[in-house]
């Protein structure tokens, strides 16, 4: 059975910081660029950042460049999603899928944009910023 697991999430108060992280059993990410999406309470989910399979060749939403870092282990399964400088408005849920990748010229890239239907969603994790 295919599924993705995020974890990390969390109350935290304004500028602070939290590390999430995305696994999946029954099938391996290395195959895949992955990216974090979130969706806060009445609005539309948010592609935030995506990250290629194996070149680390990263994109970013220009509403969290600077302050969110993506990153990979492959060897673990895993991708983090360092999120710094909090605020309010980050408040949400955070999930993780694969995403498109295209190769051109001998480099890879990613778009934030899932490949995977809603159903294949993991259960996401919480991230609330409070004071």
């Known amino acids: 059975q295919l599924q993705l697991v995020e974890s990390g999430g969390g109350l935290v108060q304004p500028g602070g910081s939290l590390k999430l992280s995305c696994t999946s059993s029954g099938f391996s990410l290395d195959l895949y660029a992955v990216g974090w999406f979130r969706q806060a309470p009445g609005k539309e989910r948010e592609g935030l950042s995506c990250?290629?399979?194996?070149?680390?060749?990263?994109d970013y939403a220009d509403s969290v460049k600077g302050r969110f870092t993506i990153s990979r282990d492959n060897a673990k399964n895993m991708v983090y999603l360092q999120i710094n400088s909090l605020k309010p408005e980050d408040t949400a849920v955070y999930y993780c899928?694969?995403?498109?990748?295209?190769?051109?010229?001998?480099?890879?890239?990613?778009?934030?944009?899932?490949?995977?239907?809603?159903?294949?969603w993991g259960k996401g994790t919480l991230v609330t910023v409070s004071s």
């Open positions: 990250i290629t399979s194996t070149d680390g060749n990263t």
């Open positions: 899928t694969p995403t498109h990748e295209t190769y051109y010229i001998g480099t890879r890239y990613c778009r934030r944009e899932s490949i995977f239907g809603a159903n294949r």
